[in-house]
């Protein structure tokens, strides 16, 4: 299922198109509260979100979503300001494409999103009983699973100037939650590879079950921070670029036909900031995420 927050008619019938085309049954809606409504009666795998619309706009709905659904949130938007790229992101979108778009990117994105498996939410909150479905389209009788985990991809290939091969990729360790598997490095670092998971001055982390810990307390990441957080920690103190982690994100593993924007990099450095202030970490004496000016961020060193 997928709902489309969107005012303009063409563009609206646009995307009914394109994501009937990839599978999905579809609600159609013109404004931010029917979308609110369609979001909570249907609750769809993926939602795309226009920002400029009359009355409610695209960010404070998706701030409202992100109260009670994981939905994955596309933003489509004419907006091109870094500032408004930002502002989506930290509304709770996943990702942000500006119109005009390409119908195969969309649909490349979305599958990109889809392969990242969602994390569960603790304590939702209660939601009370669904208002009357909005008028919608006949669904077209294709269903849409949701695909297991996908392996983490292999470290993508540095597009910037001022990435180098030496030092600035490192392939993520696949961990085989077998103990004597842990690689040398790993425990020269004071780092415990074991059972699945990764430990790092404090931080517990395991990837399959997807939790993450700091001193023994619960950490509450989205998707992303999990996916970047793991991405550093188990690439140890090899460097991961920002184009690199933006590839990952969307489930590229080197760069083919897919362009890595400033906008791109741009996430990946508001969800890394995000990521070191639910950790506490600090800039100038980073116990996690170390920051490697021009280039993007690798695990600081293991506490003595």
Same mark, same amino acid.
Do not use: C
């Given at each position: 299922m997928a709902v489309i927050i969107e005012d303009d008619a063409d563009i609206r019938h646009l995307l009914e198109s394109v994501l009937t085309q990839a599978g999905f049954d579809v609600i159609a809606t013109s404004n931010g509260h029917d979308g609110i409504q369609a979001v909570r009666a249907y609750e769809p795998i993926v939602t795309t979100l226009d920002v400029s619309m009359p009355g409610m706009d695209g960010f404070e709905v998706a701030k409202r979503l992100r109260t009670f659904s994981q939905t994955y949130i596309v933003m489509l938007t004419a907006r091109d300001e870094e500032i408004d790229t930002l502002q989506g992101l930290e509304a709770g979108a996943d990702d942000y494409l500006t119109k005009p778009f390409r119908p195969r990117e969309l649909r490349a994105r979305i599958d990109a999103m889809l392969r990242r498996p969602r994390m569960a939410v603790?304590?939702? &909150? *209660?939601? %009370?009983?669904? +208002?009357? +479905?909005? !008028?919608? +389209? @006949? /669904?077209? !009788?294709? %269903? #849409?699973?949701?695909? &297991?985990?996908?392996?983490? /991809?292999? /470290? %993508? *290939? %540095?597009?910037?100037?001022?990435?180098?091969?030496?030092?600035?990729?490192?392939? +993520?360790g696949v961990l085989d939650a077998v103990p004597d598997a842990a690689p040398p490095a790993a425990r020269e670092a004071s780092e415990d590879w074991g059972e699945g998971w990764i430990e790092h001055n404090g931080l517990s982390l395991n990837r399959e079950m997807r939790l993450a810990s700091l001193d023994g307390k619960d950490l509450e990441l989205t998707r992303t921070e999990f996916d970047l957080l793991v991405a550093v920690v188990e690439s140890r103190r090899r460097v991961r670029t920002k184009a690199d982690l933006a590839l990952l994100l969307r489930g590229e593993s080197y760069v083919t036909a897919y362009y890595v924007t400033e906008?791109?990099?741009? @996430? #990946?450095?508001?969800?890394?900031?995000?990521?070191?202030?639910?950790?506490?970490?600090?800039?100038?004496?980073?116990?996690w995420l170390e920051t490697v000016r021009g280039v993007g961020y690798r695990l600081a060193a293991a506490d003595e």
């Amino acid at each position: 299922m997928a709902v489309i927050i969107e005012d303009d008619a063409d563009i609206r019938h646009l995307l009914e198109s394109v994501l009937t085309q990839a599978g999905f049954d579809v609600i159609a809606t013109s404004n931010g509260h029917d979308g609110i409504q369609a979001v909570r009666a249907y609750e769809p795998i993926v939602t795309t979100l226009d920002v400029s619309m009359p009355g409610m706009d695209g960010f404070e709905v998706a701030k409202r979503l992100r109260t009670f659904s994981q939905t994955y949130i596309v933003m489509l938007t004419a907006r091109d300001e870094e500032i408004d790229t930002l502002q989506g992101l930290e509304a709770g979108a996943d990702d942000y494409l500006t119109k005009p778009f390409r119908p195969r990117e969309l649909r490349a994105r979305i599958d990109a999103m889809l392969r990242r498996p969602r994390m569960a939410v603790a304590d939702a &909150p *209660v939601v %009370a009983a669904p +208002p009357e +479905p909005v !008028a919608a +389209p @006949a /669904p077209v !009788a294709v %269903a #849409v699973v949701e695909a &297991p985990p996908a392996p983490a /991809p292999a /470290p %993508a *290939v %540095a597009i910037t100037e001022q990435s180098t091969r030496t030092g600035a990729h490192a392939a +993520p360790g696949v961990l085989d939650a077998v103990p004597d598997a842990a690689p040398p490095a790993a425990r020269e670092a004071s780092e415990d590879w074991g059972e699945g998971w990764i430990e790092h001055n404090g931080l517990s982390l395991n990837r399959e079950m997807r939790l993450a810990s700091l001193d023994g307390k619960d950490l509450e990441l989205t998707r992303t921070e999990f996916d970047l957080l793991v991405a550093v920690v188990e690439s140890r103190r090899r460097v991961r670029t920002k184009a690199d982690l933006a590839l990952l994100l969307r489930g590229e593993s080197y760069v083919t036909a897919y362009y890595v924007t400033e906008a791109d990099k741009r @996430a #990946v450095e508001v969800h890394m900031g995000n990521l070191r202030k639910k950790l506490g970490d600090s800039l100038t004496a980073p116990r996690w995420l170390e920051t490697v000016r021009g280039v993007g961020y690798r695990l600081a060193a293991a506490d003595e």
